[in-house]
Nanobody
Framework: QVQLVESGGGLVQPGGSLRLSCAAS????????IGWFRQAPGKEREAVSL????????YYADSVKGRFTISGDNAKNTVYLQMNSLKPEDPAVYYC????????????????????WGQGTQVTVSS
């Protein structure tokens, strides 16, 4: 059974940091694109960062470039999202998602491109 479990969310002050983890079970991360998405109240779910285990390529939304870093640890079957310099506009429920591909692809940046989702972890930025 495919399962994604996020952890690491919480409350942080503006300018602070958090590291989110997405632990996968029931499958190995080979040949997958793992995406971190976020959804704030009243807003659509949006892609934050993507990581391809196929070729190691990454994607970042313009709003998080230079502040967030995505990485993968195949040995632990886990993908991380290091979030630095958190801003008041970053709070949301953060979800990880996975999609399997056969070969190198352009990673989809919309939620419809992903088959499996975690339950989400809340990130709050407040002083």
């Amino acid at each position: 059974q495919v399962q994604l479990v996020e952890s690491g969310g919480g409350l942080v002050q503006p300018g602070g940091s958090l590291r989110l983890s997405c632990a996968a079970s029931g499958f190995t991360l080979d040949n997958y694109v793992i995406g971190w998405f976020r959804q704030a109240p009243g807003k659509e779910r949006e892609a934050v960062s993507l990581f391809s285990t196929i070729d190691g390529s990454t994607y970042y939304a313009d709003s998080v470039k230079g502040r967030f870093t995505i990485s993968g640890d195949n040995a632990k079957n886990t993908v991380y999202l290091q979030m630095n310099s958190l801003k008041p506009e970053d709070p949301a429920v953060y979800y990880c998602a996975a999609a399997e591909f056969d070969g190198i692809v352009i990673a989809p940046t919309t939620p419809e491109g992903y088959n499996d989702w975690g339950q989400g972890t809340q990130v709050t930025v407040s002083s």
